[in-house]
């Protein structure tokens, strides 16, 4: 792996004390990129493509609009800025430690346990809010402005949105209602690079002329360059000195990658044919490479043209990396990430799972299916490919898409609906209600459930969905743990099931190939016992918590403490019967859960077994708390839920055994 460099802080203030505002303003931009590229590296994930488009509006704000850097960003007097997209993130974690409010440590362990979390987060030093599912930004912004206003304060609000973004309804809610309550000293700007994360936004769901649409909510809009220093101190001064309490809209026409020639659109997007490779996920060794070194050049071309010194750069220290993990933190829409680590396998359940989609649509004239702007990470795009008549893009709008897909539902179609856990299953949770009550079927595919990958943080984290799910009548949650039984997870949604299905899927490699047992057969609310044990038994489901459950029976093994471990897809039912063939005489249970530790799993077994005549004491291991943002390895071991903790858990609860 080559060595990463990162230009320290002091040369950014070096840099910004010798030019002219807007070479320097150029100059600090391209310095930050290089920086965020350094740090996206180490990560093993990242969005460079949409921190690099965003970050001359960041570097022109934090140096030369607002007043927070001369203020302190305690002060209530502050100018606030915030980004609403968030996964731009790393952008302004660089602005920041140029700016020495964060640590270089910190911005090196980005996605790291104690480092920086891969979304905003409050947490550290300069972030004014965090992001979360989309569209929640202008809303935030407008209830700071509101509160300054209120609480007799100075200071402008500021808040980056992306272009796609725009497609969520809330968006429109907080710009009517800023502009009929009047709150002032509120300023959206529009990161618009005209892609999504791997298409063009028209082509996904069009924006224009979003001038006039901004512009009818009541807006003052102005559009500029979002790369001309020039355009955007004009921009801003005129959006500024004409604030009549209505929102001031900037739409900063940008180009997602600026600064590396292969990443930026409209090239990037034709190389790909078609497809934006480098919206997330980190650049291999060589990749990495050239984009750094382009990036330098760039640096150094700004400073012979100014007449001073070329920047200094500092190697940074090698990154120590846990055997038998996989630093991957995006899916693969993204510029791919490293290497598997050894135990790794290929396997993703992710991929099995669009492939039973395809296979299905010859047998299911009914399937269509929907998707919200996550058609490549939720593997869905060769069925677009495929079945162009029966694939619906609906956008960042997920509400829209479960109602949507209801009224489909209605007159006899099958839906498959398509995003991320933690955004279809909470943000949209009343349109599955209000579905679910029509006593019709529609299938939730539940994408990037559970703890890993940790790297994203607590906004892509999914531990409440099976909750949230499972609470409503007439939808089965379910969680398969390899290819094989995710096939048959999905065919048996579409074919067979009555009501509608949550499909939980884990969207990173799967750390061991679970091989269910020979014969076994999908049966709902029935499970399989990987592995027998008479001191104690363990239950999960899905390939990450399986694979730990599995790693604490061996090491208990070591011990001398027999435990079983049973695979449990079914979530929220049981079968009475196999209960009590495989739970009954059972001391002592563990249910690992990928979720908190309530509402999932442990919850359906507890109610199960409290029927059995002598039933077996009953633990959850779940994640506590907030979810840590880290590596894999990382974020199991602090909740104690990676293999040697579930051992040691086991050894204490049994009597005498705690010292084996």
């Known amino acids: 792996m080559p060595r990463p460099a990162l230009i320290p802080p002091g040369e950014f203030a070096r840099v910004a004390a010798s030019l002219e505002p807007d070479a320097r303003l150029a100059m600090l931009a391209d310095m930050c990129r290089f920086n965020a590229l350094t740090a996206v590296k180490r990560a093993g994930s990242g969005h460079l493509g949409s921190t690099f488009s965003s970050l001359d509006v960041v570097v022109h ?5 607002l007043n927070v850097v001369a203020v302190g960003f305690d002060s209530p007097d502050r100018d606030v800025f915030f980004s609403s997209k968030g996964h731009d993130v790393p952008g302004l974690y660089a602005a920041l430690n140029a700016l020495g409010v ?12 104690g480092g920086l979390d891969g979304h905003p987060d409050v947490g550290v030093p300069g972030i004014e809010a965090n992001s979360g599912s989309l569209g929640m930004g202008i809303s935030k912004a407008r209830g700071i402005a509101w509160a300054k206003r209120h609480l007799g304060r100075d200071g402008r609000v500021v808040v980056m949105t992306g272009d796609g973004e725009l497609q969520e309804g809330q968006n429109w809610e907080a710009l009517q209602a800023a502009s009929h ?50 355009a955007l101190r004009s921009a801003f001064r005129d959006l500024w000195e004409e604030d009549d309490g209505t929102p001031g809209v900037l739409i900063a026409q940008t180009v997602k990658g600026k600064g590396v020639s292969f990443m930026e659109h409209p090239t990037a997007l034709r190389d790909g044919g078609g497809t934006y490779r480098w919206h997330a996920g980190a650049p291999d060794d060589e990749t990495f490479e050239r984009a750094a070194a382009e990036l330098e050049e760039g640096i150094r071309a700004h400073a012979e043209t100014a007449g001073i010194e070329t920047v200094v750069t500092e ?11 996989s630093l991957q933190g995006e899916p693969e829409s993204g510029a791919g990430a490293p290497k598997p680590r050894p135990r790794v396998t290929g396997e993703y359940v992710a991929a099995a799972y669009g492939e039973a989609l ?3 649509a010859a047998r299911e004239p009914r399937l269509v299916v929907l998707d919200a702007d996550l058609a490549s990470d939720c593997r869905v795009r060769a069925f677009e490919l495929a079945e162009p008549d029966r694939f619906v893009e609906n956008g960042i709008a997920e509400q829209d898409m479960v109602s949507m897909a209801a009224g489909m539902a209605r007159h006899g179609l099958v839906p498959v609906v398509n995003s991320f856990a933690s955004f279809l299953a909470s943000r949209a949770n009343e349109q599955v209600y209000n579905q679910a009550s029509e006593r019709t079927k529609v299938v939730y595919a539940m994408h990037y459930a559970g703890l890993v990958p940790a790297g994203p943080g607590k906004s892509h984290q999914s531990l409440r969905d099976a909750s949230l799910m499972a609470a409503i009548p007439g939808v ?5 743990c390899n290819a094989e039984e995710t096939r048959a997870v999905v065919e048996w949604a579409v074919l067979e099931a009555t009501e509608s299905v949550a499909i939980r899927l884990a969207i990173g490699p799967s750390p061991r190939r679970i091989e269910l047992p020979a014969g076994h057969g999908l049966a709902p609310g029935v499970g399989s016992t990987l592995r027998e044990g008479d001191d ?33 897809p079914w979530l929220d039912r049981v079968d009475p019967g196999w209960l009590a063939d495989t739970f009954g005489g059972v001391r002592e249970v563990l249910v690992v859960e990928d979720h908190a530790p309530v509402g999932a799993l442990g919850d359906t077994l507890r109610r199960g077994l409290a029927g059995l005549p002598e039933p077996p004491a009953l633990d959850v291991a779940g994640v506590e708390g907030w979810p840590a943002c880290g590596t894999p390895a990382e974020a199991l071991r602090h909740h104690g839920l990676d293999g040697a903790s579930l051992a040691d858990r086991v050894a204490l609860a049994l009597p005498g055994r705690a010292g084996a």
């Not at 924006?207 to 979002?226: I, N, P, Y």
């Not at 190697?315 to 993990?325: D, I, K, R, Y």
């Open 476 to 480: 089965t949650v379910v969680h398969p």
């Open 536 to 568: 104690a038994m363990l239950v999960s489901y899905g390939p990450v918590m399986l694979h730990e459950a599995l790693t604490a029976a061996e090491l208990l093994a070591e011990r001398r403490i027999e435990t079983a471990v049973v695979a449990m």
């Open 315 to 325: 190697l940074v220290p090698p990154l120590e990396e846990a055997a038998g993990t």
């Open 61 to 65: 704000l934090l140096w030369e609009e």
């Open 358 to 360: 395809l296979e299905l």
């Open 102 to 113: 964060i640590p270089t440590d910190r911005l090196l362990g980005m996605r790291r346990l």
């Open 181 to 230: 309550q009047r709150v002032g000293r509120l300023l959206v700007v529009v990161d618009r690079n005209e892609l999504q994360s791997d298409r063009p936004t028209e082509e996904i769901l069009a924006l224009e002329s979003l001038q006039a649409k901004l512009g009818s909510f009541g807006c003052r809009v102005v559009t500029c360059d979002g790369h001309d220093h020039a």
